[in-house]
């Protein structure tokens, strides 16, 4: 219809039309958006008279062409304008049009309700996109490449940031796993492609930014070091996976563009269920939120058919996704590891270990392994390791002291022995 108008029909319909919708939905007085148009409030009231005859069209001069039948009641006007203004104030425009459909069965245009909000002064008008780039095709079967991504945001609205570390697939949008934690770090990604591989197999590559406990960096901005790898890469090599690494935001735009709707959305959702604590988050995220994400964002991948492999009996998992250090024993058969003392018992293997290249496991439950070859010589779980922990403390003090008087000891006997061959 807008055709049929000359440009300076349609500005005026535009400024009459936001004006209305502003005082339908309660941000300005009748009175007050009267006088914002420069007209009578008799004048006003004819307009608001046409307008809930008419819908949009009504705003648009008579006299020059017929208003369209189209139109929207005022009734549902309103109710859509005040159901965003008091109970989903903080919701993106996608996310409030999936709540009208799903919740209050009102079946608009996406296009009319982002008109109606954003003439009402509710939401700020869209700009205009960024430059025109490329599209990467998705990978045509599931399995083939992975995304992995956190995105820092106040979810609680508290003013307390928190991370939420997600996995999902290039090909079908799916997400696989998702955790809030108080940081993304190398335990929180371990423990989720591990989820993710024991539940889907192995996949071929992994795509993810350069933080630390991706990839090492030898000088901001130059690439990944090949040789060095952090425990992540080196247990996504021991699955035979590929890690890719992203130079910008722009070349991961599907993670990025997934952390915004979580943004858009997440913290929304636990407003409207009095979610307040980062368990039961967790809890609503991997039961609920994920199941309907995936049924509203997943597509269907190009290809039929999967690209994960099943994970051999003869992989063990639990010593590839965990923190592995090589140590060498001490004549005592113990080894020192992160402030501990862990004593290796007798074994049948040898008399004694020392000296021998043993490698530490350290689980993702806390407990920590002592390996030596394919053969387990040790095992610490996570309540005696606190224990041994703080008496390994006493006992690296207890040392110090006695190195100290002994070193006493040995310079009061040479300045004696000093004294008596001067008395000779």
Known sequence: MDAYYPKSALERAMKTQEVILRAMSGEIHWIDAAEILGISDRQMRRWKRRYEIYGYDGLY???????????????????????????????????????????HNIHLSYNWVRLALEGAGLVEKRNRRDPHRKRRPRKPLVGMMLHMDGSPHDWFGNGTEYDIVTISDDASNEVYDIALVDEEDSHTCMEMIRNTVEKN??????????????????????????????????????????????YSPQARGRSERLNRTY?????????????????????????????????????????????????PKTMDLDKIFCFKHERTVNNDNTVSYNNRILQIGQSELRISFAKCRVMIYEHMDGSITIGYGPHVVGYYPPKDLSTNSH??????????KMATTNINLKRTDHLLEKADILTI
């Open 391 to 400: 008496y390994s403390q006493k006992e690296k003090v207890a040392k110090r």
């Open 61 to 103: 001069d008579r006299r020059r062409k017929c208003p369209s039948p189209r139109r929207v009641a005022l009734e549902k006007a309103e109710k859509v304008l005040r159901l965003y203004r008091e109970k989903y104030f903080d919701f993106n425009m996608s996310h409030f049009y999936d709540k009208l459909t799903k919740h």
């Open 263 to 311: 943004q858009g959305r997440i913290p929304q959702e636990l407003r409207l269920r009095g979610i307040k604590t980062k368990e039961e988050a967790n809890k609503y995220l991997r039961t609920e939120y994920l199941r309907d994400h995936n049924k509203r964002f997943a597509v269907k991948p190009e290809r039929t058919g999967s690209a994960f492999i099943p994970v």
């Open 201 to 246: 197999g192995i996949f071929c590559s992994l795509y993810s930014d350069r933080a630390s406990h991706f990839f090492l960096t030898k000088k901001a901005g130059e690439e990944v070091s090949k040789d060095n790898l952090t425990q992540v890469g080196r247990a996504l090599q021991e699955i035979g996976s590929q890690h890719i690494p992203s």
